[in-house]
C-alpha cells in the first residue's frame, strides 16, 4: 500500500508538471522557451505512461518526440534567431478577462466530458499494448489488426518527404 | 517492500554511478599520459608519481576558479545546460548489467541497477535527451561560435544516432528482447566449444557500425567538430568556466565509459566470459572484473583513436554517416533476419 501511494505521488507531481509546462509553452513569448517547455512536458508524460505500465510508450514519446521531433523545431528556431513575440491585441483588461473565462469555461467542459467518457475506453487495448510483454503484444497489435494503417501511415510520411523534397529544391533546376 | 528490499535496490543503483564517479579520473589521467605515450612526451609527470594526481589538481583548480556567466546570456538555460549534459550521462548506466545475480540471505539480487523490459530503448532515450545539455549550452551562450557548435552537434548526434539504433536492433532482433540482461544471456557459451558465443562475430558489420557511431555521439575525435578547436575556438563550450566547464568535461568521459560498457554489453558478450560458469560470491567479482576489463579496453580504443587520427570535414562526417554507416547498418539487420529465419541464431 505504501508503494501504491508513492507512485499515485509521482504520477500526480509527472501530471502537475506536464500540465504547467504545456501552459508554459503556450504563454511563452520566447519561442525557443516554448519548446524547451514542450520538452520538459513530454517527459513529464512519459513519466505517467511509466506509471501506467506502458514503458514502450514512454520510450517511444522521449525517443521521438523530445529526441528527434522537437530537437528540429530548435534548430530551426535557433538557426532562424527568432526573436521574442510582442504582445499583439489590445490591452483592455476586459479582453483578458473574458479570454480567461473562455478558457475556465472550456476546461470544465472538457474535464466534465472526460469524467463521463474518459473511463469507458476499452481497458484491453491499453492492457495488451502496456502490460507484461508488452513490447511483444504491441508488435503482434502493428503487425496484424493494424498492418494497413500502419503502412499508410508510413506512405503518407513518404509522401510529406518527398512533397518537402519538392518544394525545397532550387527553382533552376526544374 | 521493505526496508531491506528499498536499501538494496539504492545500493543496486547507486554502486555503478558510484562506482564511475570514483574511477572518472583515471581515464582522464589516461588520456593526458596515453597522449603522451602516443606523441613520444612524457606528459603529466610533476603531480605525484607518473602523474597520477593530476586530475585531483585539475579538480582543485576547477572549484577554485571564478565562475564567469558573461553579459547577454540566457542565464537560466546557461546554467541548466552542463546539469542537463552531467544527468543524462550519468543516468544511462541504470539499464546496463554489471555482474550476474547474486543469492545473498535467500534473495537473488540481479546486478544491474533497473532490469526494465525496455533497457536498450531506455538508453536510446536518454542518449538523444543529452543533444539538449550541449545545443542549449551553444545557444544561451550567446556567441557564434559555441552555437555553430551547438548546432553540429545536435545535426551530427541526430544523424548519427540512426546508424547507431539500426545497428543495434540487429542485437535486439538476435535476442528477442529490449532487455540488457536477455542480451547478455543470450551471450554466455561458446560455438562449437572455442569461439565464444558474442554477438560481435555474427554481426560483426553491426558491431563496427555501431563502434563508429559511438565516436560521434559522444563527440570524440575524429568526429569532434561541435568543439573543433582550430574553427570554433572551444565549440559549444567555449562561454564556460570553472566548475560548469568541469561539469561539461566530466560528461564527455562518462559518456565514452557508457557507450564502452554499452558496446560490450552488445557485442561482447556483458559480463560472461565464455568458458567460465559464475559461482557465488567470487564468480560474482570474476565477472564484474571481466566488464570492467572489457570496458576500460574499449575506453583505452577510445583514447588511442583520439591521437591517432585527424578530425574528419563536416561534410564527409554527414556523408560517412547517411550513405556509409546506415546503408551497411541495414544490411546488417537483413543478415541478421536470414539467421533469425534460418535459426542459426537463437
Given at each position: 500500500m505504501a508503494a501504491l501511494t508513492a507512485t499515485r505521488l509521482v504520477f500526480d507531481a509527472a501530471a502537475t508538471l506536464a500540465i504547467v509546462f504545456a501552459s508554459v509553452m503556450v504563454i511563452h513569448r520566447h519561442p525557443v522557451k516554448s519548446v524547451l517547455a514542450l520538452v520538459v512536458s513530454f517527459f513529464a508524460l512519459s513519466i505517467a505512461y511509466v506509471l501506467l505500465s506502458a514503458p514502450l510508450i514512454a520510450a517511444v514519446q522521449v525517443i521521438v518526440y523530445a529526441g528527434a521531433i522537437l530537437v528540429l523545431f530548435l534548430f530551426v528556431l535557433m538557426l532562424l534567431n527568432v526573436p521574442e513575440e510582442a504582445r499583439h491585441g489590445s490591452g483592455r483588461p476586459i479582453h483578458r478577462i473574458l479570454s480567461a473565462a473562455a478558457i475556465l469555461v472550456f476546461a470544465v467542459f472538457l474535464l466534465s466530458l472526460l469524467r463521463s467518457h474518459?473511463?469507458?475506453?476499452?481497458p484491453a487495448v491499453g492492457a495488451s499494448a502496456g502490460g507484461g510483454a508488452d513490447v511483444a503484444a504491441a508488435a503482434r497489435l502493428l503487425f496484424s489488426e493494424h498492418l494497413l494503417s500502419f503502412e499508410a501511415l508510413s506512405v503518407l510520411l513518404l509522401a510529406a518527404l518527398v512533397g518537402a523534397f519538392a518544394l525545397a529544391r532550387p527553382e533552376t533546376q526544374r | 517492500m521493505t526496508a531491506t528490499d528499498w536499501l538494496i535496490t539504492a545500493v543496486r543503483v547507486l554502486a555503478p554511478v558510484l562506482a564511475i564517479m570514483l574511477i572518472l579520473p583515471i581515464p582522464m589521467w589516461l588520456e593526458r599520459r596515453g597522449a603522451g605515450l602516443i606523441q613520444d612526451r612524457p606528459g603529466p609527470?610533476?603531480?605525484?608519481p607518473f602523474g597520477l594526481l593530476q586530475p585531483l589538481a585539475d579538480a582543485v583548480k576547477f572549484f577554485m576558479k571564478e565562475d564567469l556567466i558573461p553579459a547577454n546570456t540566457d542565464r537560466l538555460l546557461f546554467v541548466i545546460a552542463p546539469g542537463i549534459a552531467l544527468f543524462s550521462a550519468l543516468t544511462t548506466?541504470?539499464?546496463?548489467?554489471?555482474?550476474p545475480a547474486v543469492t545473498v540471505g535467500g534473495r537473488e539480487i540481479p546486478l544491474v541497477g533497473a532490469d526494465v523490459s525496455i533497457g536498450i530503448l531506455y538508453l536510446f532515450a536518454l542518449t538523444s535527451l543529452s543533444v539538449y545539455g550541449i545545443v542549449l549550452a551553444g545557444w544561451s551562450s550567446n556567441n557564434k561560435f559555441s552555437l555553430i557548435g551547438g548546432i553540429r552537434s545536435g545535426a551530427q548526434i541526430i544523424s548519427y544516432e540512426l546508424a547507431m539504433t539500426t545497428a543495434a536492433a540487429g542485437v535486439i532482433l538476435a535476442a528477442g528482447s529490449f532487455r540488457l540482461t536477455d542480451v547478455v544471456a543470450m551471450q554466455t557459451g561458446t560455438w562449437l566449444g572455442f569461439?565464444?558465443?558474442?554477438?560481435v562475430f555474427p554481426q560483426f558489420l553491426g558491431f563496427a557500425v555501431f563502434y563508429v557511431a559511438t565516436f560521434a555521439e559522444t563527440n570524440?575525435?575524429?568526429?569532434d567538430l561541435p568543439e573543433a578547436e582550430a574553427e570554433l575556438?572551444?565549440?559549444?563550450?567555449?562561454e564556460y568556466s570553472a566548475f560548469k566547464f568541469a561539469m561539461f568535461f566530466m560528461a564527455e568521459y562518462v559518456n565514452m565509459i557508457v557507450a564502452s560498457a554499452l558496446t560490450v554489453t552488445l557485442f561482447?558478450?556483458?559480463?560472461?566470459?565464455?568458458w567460465y560458469e559464475p559461482h557465488g560470491i567470487g564468480g560474482v567479482i570474476v565477472s564484474a572484473l571481466a566488464f570492467f576489463a572489457k570496458t576500460a579496453f574499449f575506453v583505452w580504443v577510445f583514447i588511442w583513436v583520439r591521437w591517432t587520427l585527424p578530425r574528419f570535414r563536416y561534410d564527409q562526417l554527414m556523408r560517412l554517416g547517411w550513405k556509409a554507416l546506415l546503408p551497411v547498418a541495414l544490411l546488417n539487420l537483413l543478415w541478421v533476419a536470414f539467421l533469425v529465419v534460418k535459426r542459426w541464431l537463437p
Amino acid at each position: 500500500m505504501a508503494a501504491l501511494t508513492a507512485t499515485r505521488l509521482v504520477f500526480d507531481a509527472a501530471a502537475t508538471l506536464a500540465i504547467v509546462f504545456a501552459s508554459v509553452m503556450v504563454i511563452h513569448r520566447h519561442p525557443v522557451k516554448s519548446v524547451l517547455a514542450l520538452v520538459v512536458s513530454f517527459f513529464a508524460l512519459s513519466i505517467a505512461y511509466v506509471l501506467l505500465s506502458a514503458p514502450l510508450i514512454a520510450a517511444v514519446q522521449v525517443i521521438v518526440y523530445a529526441g528527434a521531433i522537437l530537437v528540429l523545431f530548435l534548430f530551426v528556431l535557433m538557426l532562424l534567431n527568432v526573436p521574442e513575440e510582442a504582445r499583439h491585441g489590445s490591452g483592455r483588461p476586459i479582453h483578458r478577462i473574458l479570454s480567461a473565462a473562455a478558457i475556465l469555461v472550456f476546461a470544465v467542459f472538457l474535464l466534465s466530458l472526460l469524467r463521463s467518457h474518459g473511463a469507458t475506453a476499452s481497458p484491453a487495448v491499453g492492457a495488451s499494448a502496456g502490460g507484461g510483454a508488452d513490447v511483444a503484444a504491441a508488435a503482434r497489435l502493428l503487425f496484424s489488426e493494424h498492418l494497413l494503417s500502419f503502412e499508410a501511415l508510413s506512405v503518407l510520411l513518404l509522401a510529406a518527404l518527398v512533397g518537402a523534397f519538392a518544394l525545397a529544391r532550387p527553382e533552376t533546376q526544374r | 517492500m521493505t526496508a531491506t528490499d528499498w536499501l538494496i535496490t539504492a545500493v543496486r543503483v547507486l554502486a555503478p554511478v558510484l562506482a564511475i564517479m570514483l574511477i572518472l579520473p583515471i581515464p582522464m589521467w589516461l588520456e593526458r599520459r596515453g597522449a603522451g605515450l602516443i606523441q613520444d612526451r612524457p606528459g603529466p609527470n610533476r603531480v605525484g608519481p607518473f602523474g597520477l594526481l593530476q586530475p585531483l589538481a585539475d579538480a582543485v583548480k576547477f572549484f577554485m576558479k571564478e565562475d564567469l556567466i558573461p553579459a547577454n546570456t540566457d542565464r537560466l538555460l546557461f546554467v541548466i545546460a552542463p546539469g542537463i549534459a552531467l544527468f543524462s550521462a550519468l543516468t544511462t548506466f541504470a539499464v546496463i548489467p554489471y555482474g550476474p545475480a547474486v543469492t545473498v540471505g535467500g534473495r537473488e539480487i540481479p546486478l544491474v541497477g533497473a532490469d526494465v523490459s525496455i533497457g536498450i530503448l531506455y538508453l536510446f532515450a536518454l542518449t538523444s535527451l543529452s543533444v539538449y545539455g550541449i545545443v542549449l549550452a551553444g545557444w544561451s551562450s550567446n556567441n557564434k561560435f559555441s552555437l555553430i557548435g551547438g548546432i553540429r552537434s545536435g545535426a551530427q548526434i541526430i544523424s548519427y544516432e540512426l546508424a547507431m539504433t539500426t545497428a543495434a536492433a540487429g542485437v535486439i532482433l538476435a535476442a528477442g528482447s529490449f532487455r540488457l540482461t536477455d542480451v547478455v544471456a543470450m551471450q554466455t557459451g561458446t560455438w562449437l566449444g572455442f569461439i565464444p558465443r558474442w554477438n560481435v562475430f555474427p554481426q560483426f558489420l553491426g558491431f563496427a557500425v555501431f563502434y563508429v557511431a559511438t565516436f560521434a555521439e559522444t563527440n570524440r575525435l575524429p568526429f569532434d567538430l561541435p568543439e573543433a578547436e582550430a574553427e570554433l575556438v572551444g565549440g559549444y563550450h567555449t562561454e564556460y568556466s570553472a566548475f560548469k566547464f568541469a561539469m561539461f568535461f566530466m560528461a564527455e568521459y562518462v559518456n565514452m565509459i557508457v557507450a564502452s560498457a554499452l558496446t560490450v554489453t552488445l557485442f561482447f558478450g556483458g559480463w560472461s566470459l565464455p568458458w567460465y560458469e559464475p559461482h557465488g560470491i567470487g564468480g560474482v567479482i570474476v565477472s564484474a572484473l571481466a566488464f570492467f576489463a572489457k570496458t576500460a579496453f574499449f575506453v583505452w580504443v577510445f583514447i588511442w583513436v583520439r591521437w591517432t587520427l585527424p578530425r574528419f570535414r563536416y561534410d564527409q562526417l554527414m556523408r560517412l554517416g547517411w550513405k556509409a554507416l546506415l546503408p551497411v547498418a541495414l544490411l546488417n539487420l537483413l543478415w541478421v533476419a536470414f539467421l533469425v529465419v534460418k535459426r542459426w541464431l537463437p
